[in-house]
């Protein structure tokens, strides 16, 4: 599980390996969390709770993948819920945020003040629910979308949260990645020396 504070672009460089590699891993964003989860501790605790509890019955799992796309004009999550062995969702919803400006790509909660790297300094970037569609339903599948124009300016980025029952009345929170867009950076690559400079 990840904090939503955290870098959340690399993931799609490794997910797909890291799914085939383990046989399925889980992933929870927490919104609007700094990298400490000051006031998320409860929340973050029950969905261990509910997954450990879940493992510790011998309860399946469930079984959640997605695709993620965007283009010119949208980006787009899909999300489908395998519930053949597993369990059924209770429900379903997206979280969505926008930067501030067109000049940092960045959705942390909290940031390195430039005067001081050593000092945090709020970065205003709040995560809000938003409606999913559901796109089909069977005995066995559901399958959520959740679809966002690209922002005029900055970058929006947007997940699926999809909450399942776990053993002794807990609850499951899963998510999948963050769709961010425009597939864009504020800098161009760098080369070597170019690449030298702070973090904040």
Aim: some cysteine; hydrophobic content about 35%.
């Amino acid at each position: 599980m990840t904090k939503i504070s955290q870098i959340i672009d690399p993931y799609h460089a490794f997910w797909k390996e890291l799914q085939d590699a383990t046989g399925g891993t889980y992933l929870r964003r927490i919104p609007n969390a700094d990298h400490v989860c000051v006031g998320h501790i409860i929340s973050y605790f029950l969905t261990m709770r509910s997954f450990y509890i879940s493992i510790y019955d011998n309860q399946p799992l469930p079984k959640l993948q997605w695709i993620k796309a965007s283009n010119n004009t949208h980006g787009y999550i899909r999300a489908t819920v395998d519930f053949s062995i597993g369990p059924k969702p209770i429900s379903a919803y997206g979280y969505r945020a926008r930067t501030l400006n067109d000049k940092r790509r960045d959705f942390r909660l909290l940031i390195g003040n430039p005067a001081d790297p050593k000092k945090p300094m709020v970065n205003p970037v709040f995560w809000f629910n938003t409606e999913v569609v559901k796109e089909i339903e069977t005995n066995t599948t559901i399958i959520y979308s959740l679809t966002i124009e690209n922002p005029n300016d900055g970058w929006e980025g947007f997940f699926i949260q999809i909450n399942f029952p776990g053993s002794n009345g807990t609850v499951l929170e899963l998510t999948t990645e963050t769709q961010i867009i425009p597939d864009s950076y504020p800098t161009n690559d760098c080369h070597d020396e170019q690449c030298a400079g702070s973090l904040v």
